[in-house]
T-cell receptor
């Protein structure tokens, strides 16, 4: 069965600090997809990144980077030089094939507070 | 603006009542997904439709039902409402099966009093 664990409920950092959000997943499939979404205080969910199970290359996008390690079933997200605008709830998600199509489940989310 | 439109944005209703939440997917997207976000349960997958047909079902209560119409908009019907149904209901859409990621609407906040 699918499972996504975000053990960090809340993280508080001071602006310009680096912060890593952890995500551990469980799946029996060999083909699956991992995602990160951001939910700012305004409430909408914003797609950040997708990784498929065959691509373990790490990715960097500006101040954001993602580390995918199949050996530890982890897909961690690092924000470098955090800014106040990064304050949000971040969700890790896993999508795997099920009857009739892919089903995506979300972790419980990590609330990040970035203080000025 | 994500391109996914949800109405209404806010809804306050009494226990026992029935409400309908509406979602228009992003142009070109055939799949619609409904999620419920509550404080204690996080984001829970309810149901998915693809081009008018039910594709996958999650933890959707029997009191809840959904459909996707020929113009691809979707409606989520919630009946016999209970206090515990108070939550943020999100609709998301994707082109196909969602493996490229979802585009979410801004949600409907339902308060049952």
């Amino acid at each position: 069965a699918q499972k996504v664990t975000q053990a960090q409920t809340e993280i508080s950092v001071v602006e310009k600090e680096d912060v890593t959000l952890d995500c551990v997943y469980e799946t029996r499939d060999t083909t699956y997809y991992l995602f990160w979404y951001k939910q700012p205080p305004s409430g909408e969910l914003v797609f950040l990144i997708r990784r498929n199970s065959f691509d373990e290359q790490n990715e960097i996008s500006g101040r954001y980077s993602w580390n995918f390690q199949k050996s530890t079933s982890s897909f961690n997200f690092t924000i470098t030089a955090s800014q106040v605008v990064d304050s949000a709830v971040y969700f890790c998600a896993l999508s795997e094939a099920g009857t009739g199509g892919f089903k995506t489940i979300f972790g419980a989310g990590t609330r990040l507070f970035v203080k000025a | 603006d994500s391109g996914v439109t949800q109405t209404p944005k806010h809804l306050i209703t009494a226990t026992g009542q029935r409400v309908t939440l509406r979602c228009s997917p992003r142009s070109g997207d055939l799949s619609v997904y409904w999620y419920q976000q509550s404080l204690d349960q996080g984001l829970q997958f309810l149901i998915q439709y693809y081009n008018g047909e039910e594709r996958a079902k999650g933890n959707i209560l029997e009191r809840f039902s959904a459909q996707q119409f020929p113009d691809l908009h979707s409606e989520l019907n919630l009946s016999s409402l209970e206090l515990g149904d108070s939550a943020l209901y999100f609709c998301a859409s994707s082109v196909g099966d969602g493996v490229a990621g979802y585009t979410f609407g801004s949600g409907t906040r339902l308060t049952v009093v």
